[in-house]
Nanobody, 127 residues
Framework: EVQVVESGGGLVQTGGSLRLSCAASGFTFDYWAIGWFRQAPGKERESVSHISSSRNSPYHADSVKGRFTISSDNAKDTVTVYLQMNSLKPEDTAVYYC??????????????????WGQGTQVTVSS
């Protein structure tokens, strides 16, 4: 059974840093892709970053490019993906979700590209 669990959210001041972790257990597929999305109150869930086992260049949305960095670490049955968030701004405040898929997708920036979702972790950046 695949489980996706996020951790690492919290409250930070503008300019601060946080590191989010996403552990996708039970992931024994040859191919995997994991993405980070975020949803602010009253807004649509948006793609932030993604990375895949094919080792293509990781993706970062323009709004976070140069400030956020995605990376991955593989163990036997678990893929762990980190999102290092630096120079945080109040507009980064949102619930951050991790999502995983074992199917090759063309974009990986859409919600329905992913089969498995975590419960979300709150990130709040105070001004």
């Amino acid at each position: 059974e695949v489980q996706v669990v996020e951790s690492g959210g919290g409250l930070v001041q503008t300019g601060g840093s946080l590191r989010l972790s996403c552990a996708a257990s039970g992931f024994t597929f040859d191919y995997w892709a994991i993405g980070w999305f975020r949803q602010a109150p009253g807004k649509e869930r948006e793609s932030v970053s993604h990375i895949s086992s094919s080792r293509n260049s990781p993706y970062h949305a323009d709004s976070v490019k140069g400030r956020f960095t995605i990376s991955s670490d593989n163990a036997k049955d678990t893929v762990t993906v980190y999102l290092q968030m630096n120079s945080l701004k109040p507009e980064d405040t949102a619930v951050y979700y991790c999502a995983a898929t074992a199917y090759v997708q063309s974009s990986l920036t859409k919600r329905n590209d992913y089969n498995y979702w975590g419960q979300g972790t709150q990130v709040t950046v105070s001004s």
